[in-house]
């Protein structure tokens, strides 16, 4: 199923579905910010009180797993949202964050 999502699509169909709920008013980019801030420090609570070696293991408990399999999806999704709200192309960003730290910190 995943071999034919896209990052386009996905924004068009978070688009399609704030659109169809009229959220469009509310996809501000301080308030998309604002999310996504709330949804990473949810993930962050999963994550809070674990050892390092309990946070490596985060994914073999099923509930846990799935937990934290919504949250990232959440982050992600308000990011798209606000990537698509300010016109950023977020593998293009990325890729040249990539370029700049290649450059910024090159191998020793």
Same mark, same amino acid.
């Given at each position: 199923?995943?071999?034919?999502? /896209?990052?386009?699509?996905?924004? #068009?169909?978070?688009?399609?579905?704030?659109?169809? #709920?009229?959220?469009?008013?509310?996809?501000?980019?301080?308030?998309?910010?604002?999310?996504?801030?709330?949804?990473?420090?949810?993930?962050?609570?999963?994550?809070?009180?674990?050892?390092?070696?309990?946070?490596? #293991?985060?994914m073999d408990d099923a509930g846990t797993a799935h937990r934290v399999?919504?949250?990232?999806? /959440?982050?992600?999704?308000?990011?798209?949202? +606000?990537?698509?709200? +300010?016109g950023i192309d977020p593998l293009a960003a990325l890729d040249a964050?990539? /370029?700049?730290?290649?450059? #910024?910190?090159?191998?020793?």
């Amino acid at each position: 199923m995943t071999e034919h999502l /896209d990052v386009a699509g996905l924004q #068009r169909r978070l688009a399609e579905f704030a659109a169809a #709920r009229n959220w469009q008013p509310y996809h501000t980019p301080k308030n998309l910010v604002a999310a996504l801030s709330v949804e990473a420090s949810e993930l962050v609570e999963i994550f809070q009180w674990l050892t390092p070696e309990e946070s490596a #293991r985060v994914m073999d408990d099923a509930g846990t797993a799935h937990r934290v399999t919504d949250e990232v999806a /959440d982050v992600l999704a308000y990011l798209l949202q +606000l990537c698509e709200v +300010l016109g950023i192309d977020p593998l293009a960003a990325l890729d040249a964050k990539i /370029d700049r730290n290649e450059r #910024r910190f090159p191998v020793p």
